[in-house]
């Protein structure tokens, strides 16, 4: 484990460049008109921007000091996992202490939209945590197969499901349900439920992916 935690001292020093950008579309964010986005949902922003250095640029780096792959997967989920929490974390208390501030503007969260919060603050934050794990391993995954001819594979059938499944009613039907249950989910068993479910599966293709990518 002691490899890991440095694995993971080394991924979040590599990760500051997303750190800063979030945090200044964070604090610089601004919307006008009678209904506004929370400035604590651009912190999302730091689940998207983070796998994109973990792949691209900290992999190479790692494998050329001579990282164990496994080491490096098992540091990429710990690295997510506290991202996810501290996104969670700080989004929650701008929805709780901020957000109440913009008395003339309605202030939209996604932990409102999400339904997440129908179940009380602290369930709602574990559930947001566990998407945004979900969404990070899902990145991670996606950008470590595209030197492959199954990530070319996988960039395709996403493309054909949403311009297929988007314009015809009964397949656009299945695709809501789809988001329906990973994201817009009231269920916080269920909801959690999935996300660790996916987390999971997707991890072990990571596994695989990875022991087959080259430098």
Excluded at 25 to 39: E, H, I, K, M, P
Excluded at 145 to 158: F, N, S
């Amino acid at each position: 484990m002691k490899a890991v935690f440095a694995i993971v001292k080394r991924l979040f020093a590599s990760n500051k460049i997303s750190f800063i950008i979030t945090a200044l579309v964070v604090l610089c964010a601004t919307s006008s008109g009678d209904v506004v986005l929370s400035n604590g949902n651009y912190t999302w922003l730091l689940a998207v921007l983070s796998p994109f250095f973990l792949v691209f640029y900290d992999f190479t780096k790692l494998m050329h000091l001579g990282a164990n792959k496994k080491d490096y997967c098992f540091a990429c989920l710990i690295s997510y996992g506290f991202i996810a929490f501290c996104i969670s974390l700080l989004n929650t208390v701008i929805h709780l202490l901020v957000d109440p501030v913009y008395s003339a503007q309605t202030v939209i969260n996604m932990m409102d939209v999400c339904k997440w919060t129908e179940n009380g603050i602290v369930v709602a934050g574990l559930q947001q945590m566990f998407f945004l794990l979900f969404v990070m391993v899902f990145l991670h995954v996606l950008l470590s197969m595209q030197q492959h001819w199954y990530g070319w594979l996988t960039d395709a059938v996403l493309a054909v499901v949403i311009c297929i499944f988007t314009p015809i009613a009964p397949l656009r039907d299945v695709l809501a349900q789809f988001f329906q249950i990973i994201m817009f989910n009231s269920n916080a068993i269920v909801h959690i439920g999935i996300c660790l479910l996916f987390s999971a599966v997707l991890s072990l293709i990571e596994l695989w992916v990875i022991k087959r990518k080259t430098l």
